[in-house]
């Protein structure tokens, strides 16, 4: 049980646990289930957002796993489209609504663009994200949330809040795996004191198709996905997996080994892959 108990500690004090289960693609009708058996078996990080329209689920799953709210640390994101104070400000109230929670432990802008401009648009949205971002401060002065943050920011998207506003990030969620490690982005926020969060840790389960990892986690005596998500883990980062079945739940848990710098060094340089049928998905960099 101890992995579930390791945390970071977010720049405003609050302890993050590092190991989350992810709920992208879940149904909203089918997620209660999942996330109540993640909590049973000890994961006390939940990870939702407003775009993946399952965060009511999600807050019945907290509710069936008699868990008790305070030991269980929840994030949900802020649609990527919205970059009004407003329109903000109302989205969290929603999500807190949808989730019958009296607080989120985290809320996050999630993408520093709108969907529909990922990969396609050279503009930043400085100004809309400095927006987004006073409403999520208030929300936190107003206790509605204990921390916030971003994901998919870039350093000059960070910048920008940083130089902007009066609340560093305090965490910021990336694509990051084997075959596809940000390390400058990385760097520059573990600088900054903002933790990185890692999502897609087995690259959207195409990382299991890869000839070479395969090799590397057999050479462990692990699974892939073990493989991916301690790679994750051991470049200091919180890793959100996502499962609905319980035994890779626990599975994905069990991260009592150790990659060698050799071998860490041997997966960074894995040529990236291709993300199969989700390349279509902006975070995986497809045209749209």
């Known amino acids: 049980m101890m992995i579930f108990e390791e945390t970071f500690t977010l720049n405003n004090g609050v302890k993050i646990p590092k190991l989350a289960l992810g709920t992208w693609k879940i149904p909203d009708s089918e997620v209660a289930l999942p996330v109540e058996s993640a909590l049973k078996m000890g994961y006390r ?60 432990d985290m809320m996050i802008i999630h993408n520093p663009q709108p969907w529909k401009e990922v990969n396609q648009s050279d503009d930043r949205h400085f100004a809309g994200n400095l927006e987004t971002w006073r409403a999520l401060e208030d929300a936190l002065k107003e206790g509605k949330l204990r921390a916030i943050g971003v994901s998919s920011f870039q350093p000059e998207d960070l910048q920008n809040l940083i130089d902007n506003s009066d609340v560093k990030p305090m965490v910021n969620q990336i694509l990051c795996h084997i075959g596809a490690t940000p390390k400058k982005l990385i760097d520059f926020c573990q600088q900054q004191n903002i933790i990185v969060e890692s999502f897609s840790p087995v690259a959207h389960g195409e990382a299991l198709n890869n000839v070479v990892i395969q090799k590397m986690a057999e050479k462990y005596h692990v699974s892939v996905a073990q493989l991916c998500i301690r790679y994750d883990w051991q470049l200091n980062t919180v890793v959100l997996p996502k499962s609905v079945n319980p035994e890779h739940m626990k599975q994905n848990s069990e991260l009592n080994f150790e990659i060698s710098e050799d071998d860490m060094a041997t997966l960074e340089n894995i040529n990236t892959f291709d993300y199969g049928s989700a390349s279509h998905f902006p975070v995986f960099g497809g045209k749209r």
Not at 53 to 67: C, F, L, P, T, Y
């Open 45 to 104: 990080h939940l990870d939702t957002a407003q775009a993946y329209h399952n965060e009511s689920g999600v807050g019945q799953g907290i509710k069936n796993s008699g868990i008790a709210r305070d030991q269980i640390f929840v994030n949900s994101k802020v649609e990527a489209e919205i970059k009004d104070y407003q329109k903000a400000k109302k989205s969290i109230d929603e999500t807190l609504l949808r989730m019958d929670l009296d607080y989120l």
